[in-house]
């Protein structure tokens, strides 16, 4: 119990550091008699003794009680907070038209460390990048695997086509240069007196074939005119000789004759047929590589 005689005694009463000391002591106990009395309510608090170890006890309980309850309010403050905010994105993420399911997976994904978030989006690429519908990895890595040999294949493939392309550029480029050489080179060009060789081999090869013919009928009328015992060998082997001869020129000339037949006798009108025989040349070679061109799409 406080000695109000001791506290009010004249001596405190007139001391102004007194008075102040002792108007303190009297709020401290006021606070804490607040104090008990809420914690105690609503029954009535315990007697114990009034003395300032028991005074400081009883502040620093109250002060600790104080700020366990600061805390306490700030908690439920916060928890509060954090309700109306996971209330409010419900409410964005319902109005948004996604899932329960996807909602728990946003909740989820947020939570989650930055190693764990990599980690789930490398998870997450290779699957769709594989055009797959599974996480599992091992479903992942076989199918990462048939893509790696189905691609080792297809770079086999291409490898082969390549070379394949790059040889048939080649023939093709040996072709051009051929036909380029076949209409450029001076040993393959038109002599500018053909239509008249070519009239003069066709004189030629007539006359030398009606002048055989009259060589055969000759030699078969003398045959028959001429006595069978007056017939020498070595006459008719040098006879038989000279008309192997005479034919042996005739079919030069006529193999000659032929490799411009169906030319025109005329020089111009001749160059005009070569040069309609090369158009038709080059049609052919751009059909054929119309048609490589459509054989190598195809087949990629």
């Known amino acids: 119990m406080?000695?109000?005689?001791?506290?009010?005694?004249?001596?405190?009463?007139?001391?102004p550091t007194v008075a102040k000391q002792a108007s303190l002591l009297l709020k401290d106990w006021a606070y804490v008699d607040q104090f008990l009395?809420?914690?105690?309510?609503?029954?009535?608090?315990?007697?114990?003794e009034r003395n300032p170890?028991?005074?400081?006890a009883l502040l620093a309980l109250a002060a600790a009680?104080?700020?366990?309850?600061?805390?306490?309010?700030?908690?439920r403050r916060v928890k509060e907070k954090a309700l109306a905010e996971l209330k409010k994105r419900d409410a964005a993420v319902e109005a948004a038209g996604l899932g329960k399911g996807e909602h728990i997976l946003v909740g989820v994904e947020e939570h989650l460390t930055p190693e764990g978030r990599r980690c789930l989006n490398s998870v997450a690429l290779l699957s769709v990048a594989l055009a797959g519908n599974s996480t599992d990895p091992k479903?992942?890595?076989?199918?990462?695997?048939?893509?790696?040999?189905?691609?080792?294949?297809?770079?086999?493939?291409t490898a082969r086509i390549d070379a394949l392309h790059s040889r048939l550029q080649a023939d093709l480029q040996t072709l051009r240069e051929t036909l380029r050489h076949l209409e450029t080179g001076d040993e393959y060009r038109l002599p500018s007196d053909l239509s008249t060789r070519v009239t003069e081999w066709t004189r030629t090869a007539r006359h030398l074939r009606n002048k055989t013919e009259d060589y055969r009928i000759r030699l078969e009328e003398e045959a028959a005119e001429a006595p069978r015992e007056e017939l020498l060998v070595p006459v008719l082997v040098e006879q038989e000789q000279e008309v192997l001869a005479l034919k042996e020129h005739v079919l030069n000339l006529e193999a000659q004759a032929k490799g411009f037949q169906g030319l025109p006798p005329e020089k111009d009108l001749a160059r005009l047929e070569v040069e309609r025989v090369q158009a038709e040349l080059e049609e052919l070679e751009a059909r054929r590589e119309r048609m490589y061109d459509g054989m190598i799409g195809s087949s990629r």
């Not at 406080?2 to 009463?13: G, Q, Y």
């Not at 009395?37 to 114990?48: D, G």
């Open 65 to 75: 009680n104080e700020s366990a309850d600061e805390e306490k309010t700030l908690e």
């Open 139 to 157: 479903k992942l890595s076989s199918h990462l695997l048939t893509l790696s040999t189905q691609e080792f294949s297809v770079t086999t493939q």
């Open 37 to 48: 009395t809420t914690r105690f309510a609503p029954a009535a608090v315990p007697k114990f």
């Open 2 to 15: 406080t000695d109000f005689d001791s506290i009010w005694s004249p001596a405190k009463v007139f001391s």
């Open 53 to 56: 170890d028991t005074l400081k």
